[in-house]
């Protein structure tokens, strides 16, 4: 089973700071991590290696020092890990990003499986593992939390969270699935792994390599902008009602009949 | 701030982090739990298995890394920073291993090293008993040979991993005559008929780790289980004991790290007399004399285990030296830590009254810190006579 992994690396969430006055994340000096739905992600299509054989290729767009996102993929067991970086990709939002990685999915030959992590935990859109399905014409589902195949090795049955529960559906491969932390407990890289890592080369892949239209990556690429940040404010306040009990019931009634609450 | 630099290969460097990940991922969330309930941690072994770990010290075609002492008293420290209950289970798979790895045939080495590298197998070592612990000629375990078999009788007391490893590394008497030179080591499996387990001892600390009893009653093992020549046992025994020794310094070092840790945590954030704790001068030369002698314990560990990697023979001395003074401060930093912590230390909601209470076995097991005193005093009188 051939299965393509897409990888990003994010700023750590536990250690980041925001510059108020900015507007922005402070990036320097802060710890580069594998977004975490991503590593679920990997473990899922590692299980399947394991079960089923085949090759788990490991894909992240980003800046040069992402390259250590995907040397930790092939020390969990990744048999190989390709970078996407050009200065021409930076400022992608998600339309550029899925373009970006669906031609290099298209470079890398025919493929089985993508999986992806629900979303990226400092962008939150959600929408590149769709939006990545969309751009090469598979059948996806996502917020995959339990994922099996079935006999015939070409039908895969996954459960879907949602509102009200899951749904179990089926779809066959190739095919795209977004997958939630609760599907699996990723495993711990190995020594004969991380050693392996090392060694291996990680091919950098730029917009013409992978024959990207240079209107269509980047930030000229992109259908939006950001166009500022900022915390909200959250102010609360408070009121104290005196008197006797009643009184003060009274009081809060009468509050919360004008707040139109009651 | 500048650390001391041990100036560790790319490779040692890679084995401290996968160590320190798997303390701080797998075991420090459960170690309390394994504590309360005496709970054999299984799952860790095989998340250490999985992470290749019980073969650094085996040789590659046997599927080890070839690795010396070294790197293991680097995995070793970096998972009693998490739970020495828990490494010391690790540690006994090497101890028991040791034996068959120096001693072993080749058929012995290929049958049972590349299982013990994967970790599918953990290993035990049987030397103590009732009668013999500090004096191990003292045993009473006898092995007879009876046509193509040995046949083995008496009982192993306190036997790390007992009933949970699968192989077992045994000193029996086969000539009592002799004294230690009529010693004889073996290699017992789990389910050889008249071999069998006492129950689970109760411990003061080290609680996720097994100690049991090990029953032979006629036990009968194929001849070839040998393990060196017939009067070795007691040779292969020490020989294993110095190399383990510094690994046991290397526990105590990465326990003692731990405790420093909650201690300077803890005195940086208690706040009394309209401070932090830590601003006061009795409680930064404790802190002081902890990190220091901390720091002096690992630098000693670590060039006694490179020196042994060297291939240096006749190591008793220094791998005693590395063992002794690095327990000892070891229950001192610990007990340190319980009283910076003050009362709060004494409660199990907080991680160092269990150090502490572990740290003790430390000064016992693998040879008491004062048989460590009498290997060193005996080197030296040994060394001063050829001057």
């Known amino acids: 089973m051939n299965i393509v992994v897409c990888i990003k690396q994010v700023p750590n969430a536990k250690t980041v700071r925001y510059d108020t006055e900015k507007g922005t994340l402070v990036r320097e000096g ?19 290696k394991d079960a089923y054989g085949g090759e788990v290729t490991v894909l992240s767009m980003g800046p040069p020092q992402a390259e250590n996102a995907l040397r930790e993929s092939l020390s969990l067991g990744a048999d190989k890990g390709v970078l ?26 025919p493929v089985d499986l993508v999986l992806c992590g629900k979303q990226a935990i400092d962008g939150d859109t959600a929408q590149v593992g769709p939006g990545l399905a969309a751009r090469l014409g598979l059948p996806y589902v996502t917020c995959v939390n339990a994922l099996s195949v079935m006999d015939d090795e070409k039908t895969i049955q996954v459960r879907r969270i949602n509102e009200d529960g899951y749904d179990i559906l089926e779809l066959e491969m190739p095919a795209l699935l977004t997958v939630l932390a609760s599907i699996n407990t990723p495993r711990l890289p190995s020594l004969k792994g991380k050693m392996m890592a090392r060694k291996t080369e990680i091919p950098i892949w730029d917009a013409e390599g992978i024959g990207a239209k240079p209107s269509m990556v980047g930030l000229t690429g992109s259908a939006t902008r950001v166009v500022s940040t900022w915390v909200p404010t959250f102010e609360a306040r408070r009121e104290m009602f005196g008197g006797s009990a009643e009184e003060q019931v009274d009081a809060l009634v009468s509050r919360l009949k004008a707040a139109g609450i009651l | ?72 008293c680097l995995a070793l420290e970096q998972l009693a ?34 299982d013990i590298a994967s970790g599918k197998r953990l290993v035990a070592f049987g030397l103590t008993e009732a009668n013999a612990g500090s004096d191990a000629a003292g045993i009473q375990t006898t092995a007879v040979e009876d046509g193509e078999h040995w046949v083995l009788n008496g009982t192993k007391q306190w036997i790390t991993s007992g009933g949970e490893a699968e192989i077992y590394t045994i000193v029996a008497m086969t000539n009592k005559n002799k004294g230690a030179r009529g010693a004889t080591a073996y290699i017992v499996e789990k389910g050889d ?60 070092v990465g326990l003692a790290q731990a405790a420093l840790d909650e201690a300077v945590k803890y005195a940086r954030q208690r706040i009394q007399f309209g401070q932090p704790i830590i601003s006061f001068q009795a409680l930064q030369h404790m802190l002081a004399d902890m990190a220091t002698n901390l720091e002096a314990s690992r630098a000693l560990v670590y060039s006694v285990a490179r020196t042994i990697d060297d291939g240096k023979k006749d ?50 097991y693998e040879g008491t810190n004062q048989i460590m005193c009498n290997i060193i005093g005996q080197a030296l009188n040994k060394e001063y006579a050829k001057k």
């Not at chain 1, 802060?30 to 399947?48: C, K, Q, S, T, Y």
């Not at chain 1, 200065?87 to 550029?96: I, M, V």
């Not at chain 2, 309390?32 to 709970?39: H, I, P, S, T, V």
């Not at chain 2, 739970?83 to 049972?112: D, H, N, W």
Request: aromatic residues 10%.
């Open chain 1, 30 to 48: 802060v710890e580069a991590i594998i977004n975490p739905f991503d590593f679920h992600a990997l473990e899922a299509g590692l299980h399947l």
């Open chain 1, 84 to 109: 996407l970086s050009d200065r021409a990709f930076a400022g992608a939002d998600t339309l550029a990003t899925t373009y970006t990685l669906a031609k290099a999915i298209e470079k890398l030959g």
């Open chain 2, 1 to 72: 701030m500048t650390q001391v630099n041990y100036f560790l290969t790319e490779e040692q460097q890679m084995i401290v982090d996968l160590a320190r990940q798997i303390a701080k991922e797998k075991i420090i969330p459960v170690r309390a739990r394994l504590d309360e309930n005496n709970e054999f941690p299984w799952d860790i072994m095989r998340d250490i298995a999985q992470a290749d770990l019980f073969g650094l010290y085996i040789p590659e075609q046997y599927g080890g890394f070839a690795k010396g002492c070294f790197e293991n």
């Open chain 2, 81 to 114: 920073y998490g739970c020495i209950a828990v490494t010391t289970t690790f540690a006994a798979s090497a101890l028991g291993g040791y034996p068959i790895l120096l001693f072993g045939s080749e058929k012995q080495k290929a049958r049972y090293l590349p």
């Open chain 2, 193 to 252: 008929p008249g071999f069998s387990f006492g129950k689970k001892e109760r411990k003061m600390g080290l609680n996720a780790s097994s100690t049991t009893e090990l029953i032979m009653n006629d036990c009968r093992i194929p001849k070839d289980r040998i393990l060196g020549r017939n009067g070795q046992g007691f040779l292969i025994a020490m020989r294993t004991l110095d190399i383990a020794r510094p690994g046991i310094g290397s526990i105590a």
């Open chain 2, 315 to 364: 190591t008793a001395k220094i791998s005693a030296m590395a063992k002794l003074f690095a327990t000892d401060m070891s229950m001192r930093v610990t007990t340190d830590a319980v009283q910076i912590l003050g009362g709060y230390g004494y409660m199990k909601s907080y991680p160092v009254e269990k150090m502490m209470r572990d740290a003790k076995i430390l000064q016992i």
